[in-house]
């Protein structure tokens, strides 16, 4: 089974619509990752949460990590056209921080004129 | 700083063939990574090193190795080249006393094994 379950798979939203990912684990997250990743590109760093019930906004994107350390969401507010891509969420489940991350899915964002 | 580069961007491997995916960082990192992302799927880390001279496996290591001679190389290497290769592979350095401890990743390796 999926150590961390990204929802939805993917999301289409009208341009100026607001959305939100969420990303879900059965284990603790020592450390939770959002990436962006446009069609074949790398991946970009968005933010990091690592304390319960931690928020961080970066211009119209919040990320929020709930109190029991197992979930976290990001929000767009206002989608634009250059938010459309795919979102990944990448957490530290074991705590030791050097043995890289497990990784969602990914949720696969399209924003319709 | 370019920060992670990743050679070449584009490969076909015929079955059997051989090839190293290289990995280079210049931000002084100690932590490297690498994944490969298969379609639909996320990341999945196929060996990861803390320094030069350390390496240890991830979640995927069979049919790769690498190596770490120096703080800023690590190359990926395929021996006999199967069509469950076929993935794009994802290179990541890491400074662990770093504010973030954010994971910088290269642009990825495109491989196709036929």
């Known amino acids: 089974s999926q150590e961390l379950e990204q929802s939805p798979q993917s999301l289409i939203v009208q341009e100026g619509k607001n959305l939100t990912i969420n990303c879900t684990s059965s284990k603790t997250l020592y450390g939770l990752y959002w990436y962006k990743q446009k069609y074949g590109e790398g991946l970009i760093f968005l933010m990091m949460l690592q304390k319960g019930g931690e928020e961080k906004s970066h211009e119209k994107i919040t990320a929020k990590l709930d109190e029991k350390k197992q979930q976290s969401s990001l929000h767009i507010t206002a989608s634009q056209p250059s938010h459309a891509g795919i979102y990944l969420c990448g957490a530290d489940l074991s705590g030791g921080g050097a043995d890289g991350l497990t990784f969602g899915k990914g949720t696969h964002l399209i924003i319709q004129p | 700083n370019a920060g992670v580069t990743q050679t070449p961007k584009f490969r076909i491997l015929k079955i059997g063939q051989s090839m190293t995916l290289q990995c280079a960082q210049d931000m002084n990192h100690n932590y490297m990574y690498w994944y490969r992302q298969d379609p639909g799927m996320g990341l999945k880390l196929i060996y990861y090193s803390v320094g030069a001279g350390i390496t240890d496996k991830g979640e995927v290591p069979n049919g790769y190795n690498v190596s770490r001679s120096t703080t800023e190389d690590f190359p990926l290497r395929l021996e006999l080249a199967a069509p469950s290769q076929t993935s794009v592979y994802f290179c990541?350095?890491?400074?662990?006393?770093?504010?973030?401890?954010?994971?910088?990743f290269g642009p990825g390796t495109r491989l196709t094994v036929t």
């Open positions: 990541a350095s890491s400074n662990p006393l770093g504010p973030l401890y954010e994971q910088y």
